[in-house]
Nanobody
């Protein structure tokens, strides 16, 4: 099993955009993004079922963040628009079974067994 690798982080001003990438994402799995600031809990941001079209978003990012996938490249993207300072953090992608990609459980980090090393996102006001 190849390790997940995130890319695309950086520093932007509030209102700006970034696109994060995570690869390799398995086909027919649940691929999620989490974020964490120092001293805080890691929180779920969004998840996508790579074998279909189901996506899930935390309330704090709905309407601003969008997940997409390119199965040919085994890559999942997180497009982040209208960024806010509170979006700052280390962003991790994580993978789990397709069966965990449902509305009630997608955000439970304990079920994700494969994690990337993270990519830093910093949003300044």
């Amino acid at each position: 099993v190849q390790a997940l690798v995130e890319s695309g982080g950086g520093s932007v001003q509030a209102g700006g955009s970034l696109r994060l990438s995570c690869a390799p994402a398995e086909y027919m799995s649940c691929l999620a993004w989490f974020r964490q600031e120092p001293g805080k809990e890691r929180e779920a941001v969004a998840a996508i079922y790579t074998g279909g079209s189901n996506t899930y978003y935390a309330d704090s990012v709905k309407g601003r963040f969008t997940l997409s996938k390119d199965n040919a490249k085994s890559t999942v993207y997180l497009q982040m628009n209208s960024l806010k300072p509170e979006d700052t953090g280390m962003y991790y992608c994580a993978e789990t079974s397709r069966w965990d990609c449902t509305g009630g459980v997608w955000d439970r980090k304990v079920q994700y067994k494969s994690w990337g090393q993270g990519t830093q996102v910093t949003v300044s006001s």
